[in-house]
């Protein structure tokens, strides 16, 4: 199990309080009670959950996870969860090279990734059709979603599909994605990178860690990298710093602490201000203004997890996370139209001025007991938010461009602003979650959360607009074990996402979301593998529309079903493969348009699939690697007029074990350099191009 969260750089006295509240309730009974590793014994618990003694997967040696740690409340047993996840080990992050989040979750089924192509403001990518919500540690990122994380970070990326509120609180119902931290380890940790690839990509990186004193109660670790590259197009860069430093604190078998403290910095262009749709260009082309295309991003997380076993019963958990962001981005882009005629196209700019803080903390309590045949685990918790947005916004018509024979007009002069909103959002919840196991046979899973909105909105005229919610969600579930190798289950889970607040005072009802699904989970005894089905049906409401007369009511419903396949397996010491596919079918139930009713989702393929092999050859020197990812045709328009194609793309990889301790590694992504439009709306958007990175890699 993993998690952090954080004290603050720049507390508020509200934060202060808030703060001092958690870390009281956990350290108080640390000071009352300090339990031996004799006396924790080994507490037997069905399959629900993992035992604290148990031994944890290790993600830098597998790709195939057998734990979930999801949510950062308690590691559980993925045969035995009631729900569709995928885990994305730092073993298969680096056998694919990835180096976006984007590319981490490409090979995962359920999931659309990187379909807006060159705009490279945010990680994107959605969850059965809807928009995912991301997690550090099981702490929701919210306001600092925008930016984009650096796998480097992670030991893990988590993935569970489809709406659950009551886990993890307010979030769309496509599903969630977890960025598990690299944390100290009570062991040597040496290990460093240099990377040269495309587009004048030169990166350094060292993760390094080690206990800090004799008895060994005391670790560190410190990750860092440094990038300087340019993107595809001209007059591009893609610069960023990186730095993560970590203490954890164990003087007992029964007490935890850990603090983690990141800093990421990035220097780069937001966008290549997309391509007309006349024809098909090159990627190198640009037709922005090379002096008003930056994008820099500044954030700064303090975090902090402390665990405690009061007895063979009770254990205690807390987190703390403390955000500061700056993300200020400016870029002009093509304005076109299909059926345009002619070299010359309009253009539009627009930019972005963004502050933010959050502070978020939660507390938990759990007991485990055992009745004869009958295996119990309950957690009860409470959690606060705070979050502050400070935007500024500007956008218009800019100078045309000849696509031709471009000439640059220089930067502008005096954006028009658009708009200067503040924003405040406080969420204050509690949460019950019961796990029953009967005979080992059957789990019965139970959930409810409640959280208390308190969101406010003022506008540059000093128009303040408040709104007050208190949502409740749902969850249920029931697994039954075949046998130990083969579990089913039937689940029933709710999501509830906060509305928006508008200027004219309107406050829509939050958007709410529901899924069945059926599920079943093979782990075979003979192989180190997870293989996994499931069918789903989900629903969101009060999906927020804005109207012809551009007031946003919340009047619409969609749907999404469809059909998940995924199987992870090292088949033999020297072969282990990643295979994904997704069936999915959405449909607009209800919307202010009629004609849009049974129309399909924007971004929604019917069909996906993906399949990663990797193997070693028997003298342990050489390793090839190997990827297809197919992705189905959708739609880039709501009135389903426009459509992209279907397209398979390959990706591979060679490693050469230099010396024991010395590897150079070879990755290709988009193999064959395959060009289509990902993303079509004022302009084209492609996928990206052939990626060829060479990364010698030491540890000592």
């Not at 981005?329 to 070299?343: P, V």
Request: hydrophobic residues 30%; contains cysteine; glycine residues 8%.
């Amino acid at each position: 199990m993993n998690k952090k969260n954080a004290l603050p750089l720049k507390l508020k006295q509200n934060h202060c309080a808030a703060a001092t509240l958690f870390c009281c309730s956990v350290l108080t009974p640390i000071a009352g009670y300090a339990e031996t590793e004799s006396e924790a014994g080994t507490f037997r618990l069905s399959p629900i959950i993992v035992n604290d003694q148990a031994l944890a997967d290790d993600d830098s040696e597998s790709v195939v996870a057998k734990e979930l740690w999801v949510g950062g409340k308690v590691a559980t047993s993925i045969q035995d969860t009631p729900a569709s996840v995928s885990v994305i080990t730092e073993k298969e992050i680096k056998q694919r090279g990835a180096s976006t989040t984007e590319e981490v979750l490409q090979y995962s089924p359920g999931l659309v990734t990187d379909y807006y192509g060159t705009d490279d403001r945010n990680d994107y990518f959605m969850i059965r059709g809807f928009q995912a919500t991301t997690y550090r540690d099981g702490m929701t990122l919210g306001s600092m979603r925008g930016v984009r994380e650096d796998p480097y970070a992670f030991e893990r990326v988590e993935v569970l599909r489809g709406a659950n509120s009551t886990l993890f609180g307010p979030a769309d119902p496509g599903g969630s994605v977890n960025f598990v931290s690299k944390r100290p380890k009570f062991e040597s940790i040496r290990n460093t990178y240099v990377t040269y690839g495309s587009n004048d990509h030169k990166e350094v990186g060292i993760d390094v860690g080690d206990t800090l004193n004799e008895n060994e109660t005391l670790a560190y670790r410190l990750t860092g990298k440094v990038k300087d590259s340019d993107r595809e197009y001209d007059y591009s860069k893609d610069d960023s710093e990186f730095i993560m430093g970590g203490l954890t604190w164990e003087p007992n078998s029964s007490t935890s602490a850990t603090l983690l403290i990141d800093y990421l910095n990035t220097d780069s262009t937001p966008n290549s201000g997309g391509y007309p749709m006349d024809r098909e260009y090159s990627r190198s082309d640009f037709f922005g203004e090379p002096d008003y295309n930056f994008h820099n991003v500044e954030r700064t997380n303090i975090s902090a997890q402390i665990t405690h076993r009061i007895n063979r019963q009770f254990k205690v958990l807390g987190n703390l996370r403390y955000s500061d962001l700056t993300d200020d981005y400016g870029y002009i882009y093509i304005s076109d139209a299909n059926g345009h005629t002619g070299n010359d196209v309009a253009r539009g700019y627009l930019s972005n001025d963004t502050e933010a803080q959050e502070f978020i903390g939660n507390t938990m309590l759990q007991y485990d007991a055992s009745f004869d045949d009958i295996d119990s685990s309950t957690t009860v918790g409470i959690e606060y938010r705070n979050a502050s947005t400070n935007l500024n916004s500007s956008y218009g018509n800019a100078a045309s461009i000849d696509v031709s024979n471009p000439v640059y007009t220089g930067a502008l002069s005096g954006p028009t602003p658009y708009g200067n909103k503040k924003q405040d959002y406080t969420t204050k919840s509690i949460f019950l979650q019961q796990n029953l196991s009967f005979h080992d046979k059957v789990i019965v899973t139970v959930g409810v959360r409640n959280d208390n909105l308190d969101l406010s909105s003022e506008n540059v005229s000093n128009e303040k607009f408040d709104a007050d919610y208190s949502e409740t969600s749902l969850r249920g579930a029931i697994t039954y074990k075949i046998n130990d190798e083969v579990s089913a289950y039937l689940s029933q889970v709710e999501s509830v996402a906060p509305p928006s607040i508008e200027s004219t005072g309107t406050a829509n009802k939050p958007e709410r979301g529901e899924q069945y699904e059926v599920g079943v989970k093979y782990a075979p005894y003979n192989m180190n593998a997870i293989f996994s089905a499931s069918v789903y049906d989900l629903t969101k409401d009060n999906v927020t529309i804005t109207t012809t007369d551009l007031v946003k009511k919340t009047i619409g419903e969609s749907k999404t079903k469809g059909l998940d396949l995924e199987a992870k397996a090292d088949i033999t010491e020297n072969l282990s493969i990643t295979a994904a596919y997704s069936y999915m079918k959405s449909e607009v139930v209800n919307d202010s348009d009629p004609s849009l009713k049974g129309n399909e989702f924007v971004t929604a393929p019917r069909n996906t699939a993906s399949l990663w092999s990797h193997y070693t050859l028997p003298n342990q020197t050489m390793s090839i690697g190997l990827g297809a990812r197919y992705v189905g045709s959708y739609y880039f328009d709501t009135v389903n007029t426009s459509k992209s194609e279907a397209a398979t793309l390959f990706d591979a990889s060679f490693d050469y074990q230099i010396t024991a301790d010395t590897k150079l590694g070879l990755n290709i992504k988009n193999l064959l350099d395959k060009q289509y439009v990902v993303g079509s709306a004022t302009a084209n958007y492609y996928n990206p191009g052939r990626d060829i990175t060479l990364t010698l890699n030491h540890s000592w």
